[in-house]
């Protein structure tokens, strides 16, 4: 076995993490970011933490910096065309994210879609910028199912990845 | 909507991400750690980052938090017999950890079970200890895939699950 990083070999062993897909949104009041995630993980019960790493050039990066705190919505299934509409930049308009309803989340404000079954909202505790995409974590200060029962959508089922 | 933390929509929202399972391996040469693992994700392409959140009081946090070095490995998805037996209590009997052949990592000597079909070795970066587990950001330095095109084990389909 070699002792090098075979870029290959990193590939494929990174991309054999399984994903949900979500979208993590943030506002500061007056812009908002909101973007398709699936780099996210817990990372303990008590407190209730949560990891997620986000594009440390994004528009969603800088807001959560400043406010520190994000939201997650978890994707059913059959919702990726959901994801997808946030794999583009922000747009609010006509009072939707995207093209998608949303309401403030009760404790930061940071926004909810309404259409997708699970959410949480975080208040970030410890940042680590150290990669492309910057390391948030964040404790679970609120949370809601929407449509409980509802299976989350897998990425590996879309035939798209993120990672490696 | 209430603006407290509803315990019961806390643990399903956070039950819908989803997760793989791996075995998380560790050694300081003369003690062993490994135990079943899925809080896990890629936090950074460039330079290639993970995130692991390991039980603060176990033998693993213990012996990362003094090496700074720990394995990855990636279940396939008829290999939960092998994630279980990393359930237990870690033991090195006849050369084999828990029961199973394993192999030092080239770079950090992180156990890699030989069994399975992916791995990474990582080297801690960075590490937030803030609550019942602690959150190593580990560069990946070292990767292999023992067979490629397998799938990986999605903890939903195990009936199990660990977070909310």
């Given at each position: 076995m070699s002792d090098e990083l075979d870029p290959s070999a990193k590939k494929l062993a990174l991309r054999a993490i399984n994903y949900g897909l979500h979208v993590l949104t943030a506002t500061d009041g007056k812009e908002y970011g909101a973007g398709g995630v699936n780099w996210i993980t817990q990372a303990s019960f008590e407190p209730p933490l949560v990891v997620a790493a986000v594009k440390a050039d994004s528009g969603s990066a800088a807001i959560i910096a400043s406010t520190e705190a994000f939201a997650v919505n978890v994707l059913g299934a059959d919702q990726l065309d959901i994801g997808k509409a946030f794999f583009r930049s922000t747009t609010m308009e006509d009072g939707e994210l995207n093209g998608h309803p949303f309401e403030a989340g009760p404790v930061t404000g940071s926004p909810l879609?309404?259409?997708?079954?699970y959410w949480f909202e975080c208040r970030v505790t410890d940042t680590v910028a150290r990669g492309d995409h910057t390391i948030f974590v964040g404790q679970v200060v609120s949370a809601g199912v929407r449509d409980e029962g509802s299976a989350p959508l897998l990425l590996r089922d879309t035939g798209m990845n993120y990672g490696g």
């Open positions: 879609l309404t259409e997708t079954p």
